[in-house]
Structure formats: structure tokens, C-alpha cells
């Protein structure tokens, strides 16, 4: 493993950035996921409330926030087309199933946004906006855990000689990927209770989510310890990168971190603190994964050298992600400055 | 039905879904951020009124357009994963400006839609422009995608193995700037005559709604010049076809015999068992000299080839005729509304209003057709002469399951879309 890291060249850069992406998705569009769970979770005297302040501060930003997932995937086919390739073929199903999700979310989303419908109108495409919301990152999170396993790659091996289910299903129907399934949206949801506690501005209000991150945080703890527990026979590779490798320890104890701060800044309601340590801990569990299976893409076979793509292609895929930051983190932070900012400026 | 076929058609109907709202999502902001101009311009609130309702509109249908888009994405690995293992290397590279593009745009739009009351005047209209201009850019980039499937270039095989590859020639390929210009012509002019046939529509019930007369011509800025265009943008495509495809051209003409003064056909039906197209209206030598400008240059037709490498001739040929069909009409009812926009300020006459309210539709139908012709018309390749269909597409076996799936999703979708909109459309009314 030590040597792995001795080789890291433009593959290995061109990956981190692949994670660097998923990360910029999972702590926006993935709270805009976990926000469809707590519309579906609304309950209580301030129901309505609850709503309202999730849909305003989804709409000016989930369309931006979705991109991250597309220049994730553009990136991953463009870098690393051989992975790609794999993993589209093994996972079609639970891929497949994401993207109806994805559809279903959005479009349920605006319809009810815009639709000058009646009120049991709404009601239904909020439903089904909610619905969508919390079954999307679940079957994120079993595709995901179904390459971290092995399996995907395991399954790869026999498309052609084995049957339909042993490669097309039974590799993401197991325990460990359900159990990262179910962590995702945990952390997402996690992270939505955390952000909107925030942007509450009554007091009630900010309770309710205060109250919700407290009980997610519980959730994310329990279903960890699932994904763990399940690992040991579910994803052993994965299991000695998590405890056997040289910064193992150290990523392990920032996480632990991260979780006990967020959770005692949002117990003495320092919400600044918390959202920081929520978003920090999110990202250590993702870089951990990534780290996990180092030095390979889809484990244990297709590794990050291996299907890569020629120098040619990465190097000018290096220049146009540099050139696209350059224009997109000053738009991104514009666009988040007007969607917070309450001022309303006057009109001519 | 076989899973080659249910892939290509869960492919044709994902990507004929995708290009309408794709089209809209390209001309729209164009449209709205004119009218917001005017309105800042003028001060005249009919403007103001007709920027924010577009803006409302292209809010519903560019969020379609981007969880569409999103399935298409995807839908390269899912279905084509042998493709994507093949061209990713060199066409990635316009995928992910691509992506960088929809960054901007969708940040830009909340920005617009959410900005109205909270950034000056001036901020607000450039939001809107860089709108317009980064839809136009992701255009550009996926068809440089699609173009170098048409006509491959930048990689070196030997073997049926890639030895080398050159993403930036293969993104400028041959066909690349005629089909990119092909492209944003028929979004500006499907989506231009698409606004102002549902507004001359309303003129016809209602005709002092200074709203519906405003938003028309507006729409007509638009979407006029670039129908009148149009069929010169196509003579440039086809030329480019005439050169690096001569299968997809002669499919296209119904031409079945290699010969020099080649006839233009109008209409008729390719008999492809008896290798002869009937009924066609032939226009002598036509063909030679729209193809290559001389009118007895030798036209290679589909007897010169294998024919197991022809494509579907009927629904290419077909294709073609309904696309210069309705771009005919379209071209022919722009210049007679713009003559009359300019001569008399505004547009009068019930006969022109309903001809405008007539063509509404035609510019999608003209592009979903545009779209058989070069897609089908390449088969049996995905990318021309080097990898074919049958090879591209995904092991996995059941495709016709979210086949079925993908297109009950897709018709659920278009028809609460129309609804919504037609609702919008009323109650601005
Ligand atoms: C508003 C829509 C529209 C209209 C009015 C026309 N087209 Fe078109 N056409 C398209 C929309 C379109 C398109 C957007 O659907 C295509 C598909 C691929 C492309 O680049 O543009 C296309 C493709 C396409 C191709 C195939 C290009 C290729 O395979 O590389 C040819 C030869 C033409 N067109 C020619 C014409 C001619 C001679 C027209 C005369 C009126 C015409 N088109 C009008
Ligand atoms: C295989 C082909 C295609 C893929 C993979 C693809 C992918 C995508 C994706 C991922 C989005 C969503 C971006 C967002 O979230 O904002 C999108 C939207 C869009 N696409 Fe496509 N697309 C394809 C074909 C096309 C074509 C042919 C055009 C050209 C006209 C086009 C033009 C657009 C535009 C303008 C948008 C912005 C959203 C909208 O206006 O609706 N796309 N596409
Ligand atoms: C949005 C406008 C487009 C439409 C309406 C369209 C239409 C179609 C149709 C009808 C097919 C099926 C052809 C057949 O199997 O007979 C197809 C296939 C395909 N298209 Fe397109 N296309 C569009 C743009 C694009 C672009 C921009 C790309 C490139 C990124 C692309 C990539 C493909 C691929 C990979 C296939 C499957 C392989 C094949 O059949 O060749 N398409 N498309």
C-alpha cells in the first residue's frame, strides 16, 4: 500500500478529483436529497412550515447541485473508460433504478413548484418528489457499496458464464451494499437536518431540525456500525484498507471526531460549528472509502492505472477541469451568496 | 425483440425526448433575457410580464431537460458500454466542457430566476445572457460528440486495436461546425416558431392582447432568421454527408443505382427488395448539383456498397423528406412574416396568424426527423466504419424491461409537461 502512494501521477490526480466531485454532490445535492426525506418525515404542528422552508431552499440551488454528479460521471468515463464500462454492464439495474429516481425527484420537484394545480395536486407530486428523494440515494449508496465490495468487479469476471442473477443481481442484493445504502441516506439526511436547522429563521422551526439532526446523527451511528459489521464478510478488501492501512487510524479518528463535534455543537446549538463538523465528517467517510480501496477503482481487479485512459486524454481533461473551475467556484459562490441572503434589492 | 433493438430504441426515445426540451432550453433564455431588455429599455410592463412568464416556463421545462439529461448520461454506460470503453478517451474531453457548460447554466438560471428583487438590473440580465450562451456552448460540445461518430477522426487503429488517439482532432472533426451551426439553427427556429404560433394562436381568439402581440414578435426575432437559414445550413450538411457518407446520402435520396446527373427526389417510396424508388417527383440532375455543385458528378448509390452495411432506408429516406418538407414551409411562412413585420410594424392578418399557428409544431417534428436521418442513417456503426451497433451495446440481457419502463416515464412526463404549460400559457391570457 505504501508503495501504491510512492506512484501517484495524473490517473491517480484525475481520481482524486473524480472523489473531489462526488464530495461536492454529496454535501449539495445530497442535501437536497436528504431534504426530500425530512418533507416525507414532516410531522408535528409546524408541518407545513417544514415544508415550505425545505422547498425554499432547495429551489434556486438542486439544478447546480446535480452537476456534480454529471461531471463526476463525465470524469469517470472520460479518465477511466474500462471501469466505466464495468460497472455500467454489472450495474444496470440498480443504476437504472437511481435514474428513475432522479427523474421522478426533479420533475415532481418543479411540477410542484410551478404547477398552478389544486392543492391535492401538490400534495401528490410532493409526495412523490419525497418519495423519489429517499429511494435515489439508497440505491446510490448499493451501487457504490457493490464496487467497494467486490462483487461488481467479482460479477464482471463472469457476465456470459454465470446467470442472470449471480451477475446482474445478486451482487448488489447483499447485506453490506444494503447497509451503505441505508448509511447514505442517513448522512444525507443527516446533513439536510443540520443545513436547514440554519436557514430556519423562527425558533420552533430551528428546534424541529435541530431535533431531527440529533436523531439522524443516531441513525448514521447505528447504520455505520451495520456497514462495518457487515463488511467483515461482506467486503474483507475494504475492511483491511478501513483497518489496517498507515493513515487508517488517523482518518478514523477524524471522523470520530467530526461526529462527536457535530453532535455536541448542535446539543449546546452552536449551528455554525455543527454544520462544519457534519459536512467534515461526511467527507471523511466518503475519502475513506476512496482511500479504502485504493489503488483501485472498481476492487479487487480494475485498478487506476490500469483502465486508464492515455496521457493524451488526461492531460487535456486536467486543463479543461482547470479551466472550468476557474469559471465555476466564483458562480457557485454567487449563486449560494443570493440564494442565503435575505435583502431584497430594490426594484427600479 | 431483441436486446440490440430494445437498447436502440430505449436510446432513440431517451434522446428524441431530451432534444425537444434540450431545444427549448437553448433558445428560451434568449428569448426571455430580449424581453427583459426591452422592459428595461422601454419601462413598457407588457415586457416585464412576458420575461417573467417565460422565465417561469423555462423553469418547468429546463428542469425535464436536466433530469433527461442526466438519464442520457448514464444511459452511454448502461447501454453502450463498449462504446463508452471505445470513444471515451477522445470524446470525453466535449463531455466535460460539456459538463462545465450546464454548471454555468444551471447556476446562472437560479441566479436569474431567484435574483429578480436581489441583484441590480444590469447583474440580472447578464445572468440571464450567460444563460443563453452557456446552453448554446453545451450544444456545441454534444454535437461535437455526436459529429465525430458521423465522421471518426484522431485515432490511428491497427488490428481492430486503437494505437493512438488525438481527442482535439477528433473533437474538430469534418462534420463537427456544420452540424453545430445545423443544431443551434433548428433550436432558435423550432422554439422561436413554436412561442409565436401558441401567441398568434391566442391573437386569433382574442386580438388586442397586447401581451400575445409583444411576445409574437419577440418570438419571431428569434426564430424567423434562423428558419430562413435553415435550408442553407442543411445544404451544408448535406454536402459534408455527399463527402465522408456516401451510404447515409444515398439512403437518404432513395438513390439505389451509382450514377452521373443523379436526380433531386421529392416524396416516393424506396422499394428496397427491388432496389428502385417509386413515385418520387424527380427533379433532373438535382441531386448532383445540390450534392457536390456540378451537375453530372457521379452519385455512388446503394448498389455500390455490401449491403450489410445499408441502412434502414425507409425511415432515413422518409426522414429526410419530412425535415426539407417542413423546413420548406417554415422558411416560406418566416420570410412572409418577417416582410410584414417590417413593412408594417406589427403583424396583421388573420391568414398569416394562422399559418403561424399551423407551423407551431414543426419545427420539433423537423428535428426529431433530422435526427432519423443522421442516426439511423449511420447504421449499422455507432462510430462510422469502425465500431458497429451490435458490438457497442451492453451484455446484459432483459433491456426490453426498461425499455418499457424508460418510455411510460418519458409519455407520463410530455403530457403533464403540456398540461402545465398550456395552463400557464391561459392563465397569462
Ligand atoms: C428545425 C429543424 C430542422 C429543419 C427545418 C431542417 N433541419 Fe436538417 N437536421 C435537423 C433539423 C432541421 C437536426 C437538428 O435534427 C439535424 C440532426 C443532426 C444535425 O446535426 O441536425 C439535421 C440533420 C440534417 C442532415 C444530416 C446531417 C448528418 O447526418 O450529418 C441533413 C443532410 C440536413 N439536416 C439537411 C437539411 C435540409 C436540406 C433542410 C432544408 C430545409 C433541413 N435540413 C431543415
Ligand atoms: C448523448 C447525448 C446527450 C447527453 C449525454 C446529454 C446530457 C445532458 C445532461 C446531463 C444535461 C443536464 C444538465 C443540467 O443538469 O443542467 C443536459 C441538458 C441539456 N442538454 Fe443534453 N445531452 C445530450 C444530447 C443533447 C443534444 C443533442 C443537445 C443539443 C441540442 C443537448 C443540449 C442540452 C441543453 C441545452 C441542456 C440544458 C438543459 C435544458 O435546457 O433543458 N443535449 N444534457
Ligand atoms: C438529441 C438528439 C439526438 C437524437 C434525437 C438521436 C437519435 C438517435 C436514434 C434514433 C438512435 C437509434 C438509431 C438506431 O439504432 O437505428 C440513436 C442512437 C445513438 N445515439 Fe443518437 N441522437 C441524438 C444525439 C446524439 C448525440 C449528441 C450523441 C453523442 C453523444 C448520440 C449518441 C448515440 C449513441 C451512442 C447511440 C447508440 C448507438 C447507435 O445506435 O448508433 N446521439 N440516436
Known sequence: MMAAFATIGLPEVIAGLIVLALNGYVLTGGADYGGGVWDLLATGPRRDEQ???????????????????????????????????????????????????VVLRGSAFVFRSYGSGTRVARRRWGLTFAVASAITPFVLGVAI??????????????????????????????????????LTLALFAFLAAVYLAIAATADALREDFRRRALLSAIAVFLFAALTLATAWRGAPQIMNGVVESPWALVLQLATGAAAITAIVALWTRRFALARFAAAAQVSLILWGWALAQFPFIVPPTLSI???????????????????????LIPSLRYLFRLALSQSDHAPP | MSNLLAARTQMALSLGFH????????????????????????????????????????????AVGAVSGTVLSFELGLLWPRFMQFAGPIVGLPFS?????????????????????????????????????????????????????????????????????????????????????????????????????????????????????????????????????????????????????????????????TERGAPLRIGGWPDVAAEHTRYAIEIPRGLSLLAFHDPDAEVRGLQAFDRDVWPPVLPVHFGFQIMVGLGTIMAVVSIWALVTLVRKREITGRALLRALAVVTPFGYIATEAGWTVTEVGRQPWTVQGVLRTADAVTPMPGLVVPMVVFALVYLGLAAIVVVLIRAMVRETA
Open chain 1, 145 to 182: 457499496g457493490t464496487v467497494a465490495s467486490g462483487a461488481a468487479a467479482n460479477a464482471f469476471g463472469h457476465v456470459g458464464d454465470r446467470s442472470f442473477v449471480d451477475v446482474f443481481v445478486s451482487p448488489w442484493l447483499d447485506w453490506f451494499p444494503i447497509a451503505v445504502g441505508a
Open chain 2, 97 to 257: 466542457l460539456e459538463g462545465f457548460a450546464f454548471f454555468t447554466e444551471a447556476i446562472f438560471l437560479g441566479v436569474y430566476l431567484y435574483g429578480w428583487t436581489k441583484i441590480s438590473p444590469r447583474a440580472h440580465l447578464a445572468a440571464g445572457a450567460i444563460v443563453a450562451v452557456s446552453g448554446a456552448a453545451s450544444a456545441i460540445f454534444v454535437i461535437m460528440v455526436n459529429a465525430w461518430m458521423n465522421t471518426p477522426t484522431g485515432l490511428t487503429m491497427s488490428g481492430g486495436q486503437i494505437v493512438r488517439i488525438d481527442p482535439i482532432a477528433g473533437a474538430l472533426n469534418p462534420s463537427t461546425l456544420q452540424q453545430a451551426l445545423h443544431m443551434l439553427l433548428a433550436a432558435y427556429a423550432a422554439t422561436g416558431l413554436a412561442v409565436a404560433g401558441i401567441h398568434a394562436g391566442m391573437l386569433l381568439k382574442k386580438s388586442a392582447a397586447p401581451f400575445h402581440r409583444a411576445a409574437l414578435t419577440l418570438a419571431l426575432v428569434v426564430g424567423a432568421p434562423a428558419a430562413i437559414l435553415q435550408p442553407l445550413s442543411g445544404d451544408l450538411s448535406a454536402r459534408t454527408v455527399a463527402l465522408w457518407q456516401p451510404i447515409k446520402l444515398a439512403a437518404l435520396e432513395g438513390q439505389f443505382d
Open chain 1, 305 to 327: 492505472r490500469a483502465t486508464a485512459a492515455p496521457d493524451v486524454t488526461l492531460t487535456l481533461l486536467l486543463i479543461g477541469v482547470a479551466v472550468g473551475a476557474a469559471v
Open chain 1, 51 to 101: 415544508q415550505d422552508l425545505i422547498a425554499s431552499s432547495i429551489a434556486p440551488v438542486w439544478e447546480a447541485n446535480h452537476v456534480w454528479l454529471i461531471v463526476a460521471v463525465v470524469l469517470f468515463f472520460t479518465a477511466f473508460p474500462a471501469a466505466f464500462s464495468a460497472v455500467g454492464i454489472v450495474l444496470h439495474i440498480p443504476l437504472a433504478i437511481m435514474l428513475l429516481g
Open chain 2, 19 to 62: 432534444i425537444v426540451f434540450a431545444e427549448i432550453g437553448i433558445a428560451m433564455p434568449l428569448m426571455m433575457v430580449l424581453a427583459e431588455w426591452r422592459w428595461r429599455r422601454t419601462g413598457d410592463d407588457t415586457y416585464r410580464q412576458l420575461a417573467q412568464g417565460w422565465a417561469k416556463g423555462t423553469a418547468i421545462l429546463f
